[in-house]
Structure formats: structure tokens, C-alpha cells
């Protein structure tokens, strides 16, 4: 090697910062977050892509090892489990009757804050998806069928807030304590993962449960919230997504649904009288589903071009903005000292209605 050539092989060394955390999915050379040095890591979430350099992925080498899971083949339903537990982050790969294919990223994205999730929140992609800016429906929650790829969920859009100290902390500021695989099999998976935060009066624990069943379009999605104290809490949890269901970065065509048919305009979907929503892409045709049955009522269940508002629905607001937004929430939540409360969903793929064509709850679905 030359004289030049290693000092090349030397300046970029010392100008590349190592983000080597054991994962070994693939090596990917980042431009600078901050600072002047390139970043050199063995992963490669949903937002890092647009700060790639060059980068290659060690996917074919891990499904031939055993530690990846591998597209759907033939049969009947089937799940296949891609969890990193240390990480907090992985997939699951749902085979439906029909030969389709469902597919779950947990924990596998950047938010809007930069921060990086670990545990059960939906969202994210593959490093080979995160790395082509062009394939992006295939993160989130994504189906796949003769068609091609649709997306179905983005990253979540879900928050704690402190309502005594107006502080609100997304999951990415969530203490991640762990997780780990509770039962895996090709019929059934179930993953816990474990996280704390800090509130104004003490300390909150939150554990997280996700259950898949083979060949069902929806998963079940428990959070038990715990507070440790010392004093008692006022907060709200919100849930929600602008899911761009269709193709990924694209709202257009995207409604409300709910069981009577669908909401075009912005609305307050009431959560006795309904138990589950949606949002439709008209264009494709496909529709995502989320439950709230099982747990606490919600306060506020809506759809709107915004998340965080919504005009009533007496003002007739269509729904045209990239950002259509389907949220949960539960306000005036109070919990004293070593009490625990519970909040149940039912997240996926929403059925079409053979007649009508329009979407209706998923088999298996509450």
C-alpha cells in the first residue's frame, strides 16, 4: 500500500466516530449528525438514511445463519420472530391464510426529536429498507401481496404528559430497563418490554406486552402503567399516528372509517358507541384498524389533518393535509402511590367487506 493510501486510510479513521453496538446487521458509513466525524454503525434505523455515505447490508448472510427472519414461504399461517432484546428492537413476520404477508417493526426508527425508541412502539424499518429512501412502505407496519408493498403504520405518535407540570415525554425519553421473548412459536409470539420516566411527583414504571397470532391481521398491544410516587399523579397518555396507509410519505386519498362507513371530514368518533377506527386509502384500497376495547375507555378518540386538533364535525373540515392523523386519548388520568392502571389496543390491518368493499374489523380483532 502506498505512502498516500495509508494516509488516506488514516485520516479517515481518525475522522470516523465508531457506533459498533454488537448487532453486526450490516456497516454503514453516516455523514455527521453534529460535530465534523463521520459515524461508523452496524445498524441502520428509519431516519438514518438520508445521512448515508455507502453501507452494506449483512441480511442474506444472517438469514443463511439462522438469525434473520426469512420472507413468508408456502403454507398456511405462520409467524417468524426478528427480536433483539438487549436492543429493544426487532420484527415480526405475519404469514396470513391467504399467502400474504404482515409485517411489524418495533422499535427500528429515529422520532422528530432524533432519539431512537427502544421496546414495543411500532415503527421503523430493516436497515436494507432504511437505507433506499424509494422502499419505505416496507417500514412501520407493511402488507405485502401480489401487488407489491402498502404501507399500513408509520412510526407511533405517542406521548405521557405531566399534567400538573405540563411536561410531556415522548418514548424516546422513556428509560429503557429491558425486554424479552415470552413465547415463541410459529403460531403465537408474545414480547414484553419494560421502560421508566420521571415526572414532576416521582416516578412512573411502564411495562408493555405485544401479542401476535398467527394468520390474524391485528395485534394486541397491552401498556400497564404503574406509579411509584411518592405523591399521586394527574397525566394523559395519548396514542395515534398520520399513517400514510397506501404508500409511504403520501396521505392523498387517506379518510376516517368507522363501522357505519366512512369519515371524510374532521371528527370526534365517540369511544362508548364505537369500539374500534381507521383510516382508508382509497386509492389502494387498504385500511388500517385500531381497537380500543378491553382496557380503560378512552376520553377522546378523533381524526383529523393534525394531530392534537380537530374542528367538530359540524364545521364539514375535509380531510386533505399529508398529515392525517388518527388519535387515542386518555386525559385525567389519576393514579396514587403503587397503583396501576391498564390500557388495551388492537393495532393492524383492517378486512374489506366482500359487498361493499369497504373495511371492516379484522377476524380475531376485539
Wanted: proline share 5%; glycine share 14%; aromatic share 10%.
Amino acid at each position: 500500500m502506498s505512502l498516500a493510501a495509508l494516509t488516506a486510510a488514516g485520516l479517515l479513521a481518525a475522522s470516523t466516530r465508531l457506533s459498533i453496538e454488537g448487532h453486526w446487521r450490516g456497516l454503514y458509513l453516516l455523514r455527521p449528525a453534529e460535530g465534523a466525524r463521520l459515524e461508523l454503525k452496524d445498524d441502520l434505523l428509519l431516519g438514518d438514511g438520508a445521512r448515508l455515505v455507502a453501507g452494506a447490508s449483512f441480511a442474506p448472510i444472517r438469514r443463511w445463519l439462522g438469525g434473520e427472519a426469512a420472507g413468508a414461504e408456502a403454507g398456511g399461517p405462520a409467524l417468524s420472530l426478528d427480536w433483539d432484546g438487549r436492543a429493544g428492537r426487532g420484527l415480526v413476520r405475519n404469514r396470513l391464510a391467504d399467502g400474504t404477508e404482515l409485517v411489524t417493526m418495533l422499535g427500528r426508527y429515529r422520532d422528530s426529536q432524533g432519539g431512537a425508541p427502544q421496546g414495543l412502539f411500532v415503527g421503523g424499518a430493516a436497515p436494507e429498507v432504511s437505507a433506499d429512501l424509494s422502499s419505505q412502505s416496507q417500514s412501520g407496519m407493511a402488507f405485502h401481496n401480489a401487488r407489491g408493498w402498502f404501507h399500513v403504520w408509520c412510526n407511533v405518535n405517542e406521548a405521557w404528559i405531566d399534567q400538573d407540570a405540563g411536561r410531556t415525554l415522548a418514548p424516546s425519553a422513556w428509560r429503557f430497563l429491558g425486554s424479552r421473548v415470552l413465547v415463541e412459536d410459529a403460531r403465537r409470539v408474545v414480547l414484553e418490554s419494560n421502560h421508566e420516566l420521571d415526572a414532576a411527583g416521582g416516578r412512573l414504571r411502564m411495562d408493555r406486552f405485544a401479542a401476535f397470532t398467527a394468520g390474524e391481521r391485528a395485534f394486541q398491544l397491552s401498556v400497564v402503567l404503574t406509579w411509584l410516587g411518592p405523591g399521586a399523579v394527574r397525566y394523559a397518555y395519548l396514542y395515534g399516528d398520520e399513517p400514510w396507509v397506501g404508500y409511504f410519505g403520501s396521505a392523498d386519498g387517506n379518510v376516517g372509517w368507522v363501522e357505519e362507513g366512512l369519515l371524510p371530514f374532521e371528527t370526534e368518533v365517540d369511544p362508548v358507541a364505537h369500539r374500534w377506527a381507521g383510516i382508508l386509502d382509497r386509492k389502494t384500497g387498504v385500511a388500517n384498524y385500531l381497537g380500543w376495547g378491553g382496557g380503560e375507555v378512552p376520553s377522546e378518540v378523533y381524526v383529523s389533518n393534525f394531530n392534537g386538533r380537530y374542528a367538530p364535525a359540524g364545521e364539514r373540515v375535509p380531510l386533505a393535509s399529508n398529515e392525517v392523523f388518527l388519535g387515542v386519548q386518555w386525559r385525567e388520568q389519576r393514579l396514587q402511590p403503587g397503583e396501576a392502571r391498564s390500557y388495551r389496543l388492537a393495532i393492524g390491518l383492517a378486512d374489506t367487506d366482500p359487498a361493499s368493499g369497504r373495511p371492516r374489523r379484522p377476524g380475531g380483532a376485539p
